[in-house]
């Protein structure tokens, strides 16, 4: 099975800050790589797809990067409503896993 | 706009069969598509459970190897609804299960596009 790590697990950043969240694969997933973010008490959303294709309607201030086993998330300029935990999950091949998540704070 | 809804009991016994279904709204399920299960204890990250679809004119299903031995999903088209089934619950089962669509591109399963809401199990006695 793949493994996905993911880092931080959590972080605490100001509105406007540029922020990373970096998942490491355990093997060459070929980019089939997805990001989600999930606020407190909703759904997890799909944010970016193929590693860094933007889903329909999402800000553009997020972007996704990396290729092979190692891929990053960014926030450019965050938000307060971009409090929430973000993950990563592969979809090279079965069985699926996501990452352990990271819990993004605004101070 | 597709929509997607789980429902079933929110309280399950130890040892028993967990029942869900999810019904969808928007699209049929019928066509060529992919639907999959994903779960989340209380407090902790989200597990995938397994997918069903029939991109292949056949039904086909992938299941978590850690769940594989008690999980079963079916779809159900005259329903426009698809289930999962998780047999000898214990504690450990309890979450908030989701049910979501796989976005399909060229035949391949790409990621969970559209989620529903979420129902929260709990096994206990």
């Known amino acids: 099975d793949i493994q996905m790590t993911q880092s931080p697990s959590s972080l605490s950043a100001s509105v406007g800050d540029t922020v990373t969240i970096t998942c490491q694969a355990s093997q060459d997933i070929n980019n089939y790589l997805n990001w989600y973010q999930q606020k407190p008490g909703n759904a997890p959303k799909l944010l970016i797809n193929d590693a860094s294709n933007l889903a329909t309607g999402v800000p553009s201030r997020f972007s996704g990067g990396g290729s092979g086993t190692h891929f990053t998330f960014t926030i450019s300029s965050l938000q307060p409503e971009d409090v929430a935990t973000y993950y990563c999950?592969?979809?090279?091949?079965?069985?699926?896993?996501f990452g352990g998540g990271t819990k993004v704070e605004v101070k | 706009q597709v929509q997607l809804q789980e429902s079933g009991p929110g309280l399950v016994k130890p040892s028993e069969t967990l029942s869900l279904i999810c019904s969808v709204s928007g699209s049929s399920i019928s066509s060529r598509s992919c639907w999959g299960w994903i779960r989340q204890p209380p407090g902790k990250g989200l597990e995938w459970i397994g997918n069903i679809g029939n991109l292949f004119d056949t039904e086909h299903t992938h299941y978590s190897p850690s769940l594989k031995s008690r999980v079963t999903m079916s779809l159900d088209t005259s329903k426009n609804q698809f289930s999962l089934r998780l047999s000898s619950v214990t504690a450990a089962d309890t979450a908030v299960y989701y049910c979501a669509r796989v976005y399909v591109q060229m035949d391949r399963q790409e990621a969970f596009d559209i989620w529903g809401h979420g129902t929260m199990v709990t096994v206990s006695s």
């Open positions: 999950q592969h979809f090279d091949s079965f069985p699926l896993t």
